[in-house]
């Protein structure tokens, strides 16, 4: 069975920092591809990152490009997400999941307040 969680959220100020940890088990993590996700109260899942299955390339979507840093430790089978410099529009639930999209676990909350 597969399982991803994620964890790492929390209530963070503008311009603050998160680091989101995905554990995950029941499948050859070293063979996927891995992507982040989110979705914001009352919206649709939105794609945020992605990285290959070697780790060697990294894909941001335009909103976060040189905020959040993608990575993954394959002896762990967990990826990262390192959010910095968040913004209001950043709450969010966040989920990883693998590059097919066809298993989903658990999500962590960001929320960025004043």
């Not at 990152?49 to 979507?61: K, R, V």
């Not at 913004?87 to 962590?108: H, L, M, P, R």
Request: hydrophobic fraction near 35%; include cysteine.
């Amino acid at each position: 069975e597969v399982q991803l969680v994620a964890s790492g959220g929390g209530l963070v100020q503008p311009g603050g920092s998160l680091k989101l940890s995905c554990s995950t088990s029941g499948f050859n993590f070293a063979s996927y591809g891995m992507i982040w996700v989110r979705q914001a109260p009352g919206k649709g899942l939105e794609w945020v990152a992605g990285i290959s299955h070697t780790g060697q390339n990294t894909y941001y979507a335009d909103f976060v490009k040189g905020r959040f840093a993608i990575s993954r430790d394959d002896a762990k089978n967990m990826i990262s997400l390192q959010l910095n410099n968040l913004k209001f529009e950043d709450t969010a639930i966040y989920y990883c999941t693998k590059d097919t999209v066809d298993s989903w676990g658990q999500g962590t909350q960001v929320t960025v307040y004043s």
